[in-house]
């Protein structure tokens, strides 16, 4: 087993979007607990679980950068790895949403710094894309969606926080990008080479945007009407689409990409429950429901998994 010195060069910024899916659990347990009447309080618990996550990866990857700064560098000018840059200033948006009913200003402060850094990585990351000569088609894959779709998270703690403007203006570059992005990587997964083993569960992250979409819209305009359903059946539909395939993810060998499975299913699973609330409908209940015992599932197989390739030296390792 590799000493922590080794392991430091080549500890991934990708270890971020395990604090996105936790983040998104507990923001699922909580909106579950508060629709089906439950006062268990979990929410609580694995809200303090993603913000230690968070604490624990910033200050390892701080070190990096202090220590290992051309390796940060390498990560940084990689036409895949660039990319999960931004699921730092995601994870600190999405602990804002957490921390609105717990201290306002603490979620305040939290939201401008997520919001600005995000928006810093979306413009350094876009203008890498105009301008990186050696970008080639098999290059993309979903979490391209990370840098500039996650601009959409941003309204979700921004609108209970009075900044309606600025929500609006996050949410518009985020849809913009959906698009774009969208239709880009269907090109190339239907045209081109398949993705690579590794980056396949990164094809749930296609279910995050119109999720996360309805979630910002009907926050921003106080209610659902057509496009806010359209977001949904959209993210409902790939949720779909993506179950379609569970036997063949299932199969595949364990890689820190799975954790790409968590926030996307905690998005669709949160939207399902706000379209309960919207509409009454209990078959969203349901649906809500059965998304969050899945989400409760995947994210306990995927802690035993991360610790057993830990323990293995299979994180963190060259290569």
């Not at 409908?281 to 306990?300: D, K, P, Q, W």
């Amino acid at each position: 087993m590799n000493s922590s010195a080794s392991r430091l060069p080549h500890y991934p910024v990708a270890f971020f979007t395990m604090v996105m899916g936790l983040s998104g659990f507990a923001i699922a347990w909580a909106k579950g607990e508060a629709v089906l009447g439950l006062d268990w309080g979990l929410h609580r618990g694995f809200a303090v679980l993603a913000a230690l996550c968070f604490v624990v990866h910033a200050v390892a990857y701080s070190l990096k950068l202090l220590r290992h700064r051309a390796a940060v560098m390498g990560e940084w000018n990689h036409p895949i790895q660039r990319n999960f840059f931004p699921a730092i200033s995601i994870s600190l948006l999405l602990l804002a949403v957490i921390a609105l009913n717990v201290n306002a200003s603490l979620a305040g402060g939290l939201w401008v710094i997520g919001a600005a850094l995000h928006l810093l990585f979306t413009l350094l990351v876009v203008n890498a894309w105009i301008h990186h000569a050696p970008y080639e088609i098999a290059h993309i894959n979903p979490a391209w969606f990370i840098p500039a779709v996650g601009n959409v998270i941003v309204p979700i703690a921004g609108v209970p926080l009075g900044q309606i403007e600025l929500s609006w203006f996050f949410f518009s570059i985020g849809m913009l990008f959906w698009l774009i992005l969208l239709t880009i990587v269907f090109y190339r997964v239907m045209f081109h080479a398949p993705l690579p083993d590794k980056l396949l569960p990164t094809l749930f992250i296609l279910i995050a945007p119109p999720a996360v979409g309805f979630i910002a819209y009907t926050s921003l305009v106080g209610g659902i009407d057509a496009f806010a359903r359209v977001l949904y059946f959209i993210g409902l539909f790939l949720t779909l689409l993506m179950l379609m395939e569970v036997r063949r993810f299932v199969r595949l060998p364990f890689a820190l990409s799975w954790w790409a499975y968590t926030f996307p299913l905690a998005a669709i699973g949160i939207a399902s429950q706000g379209m309960f609330v919207a509409t009454g409908e209990s078959v969203y209940r349901g649906i809500g429901v059965a998304l969050l015992i899945l989400l409760t599932a995947v994210i306990v197989v995927l802690f035993a998994a991360t610790y057993r390739a830990a323990r293995a030296g299979r994180i963190c390792a060259p290569g």
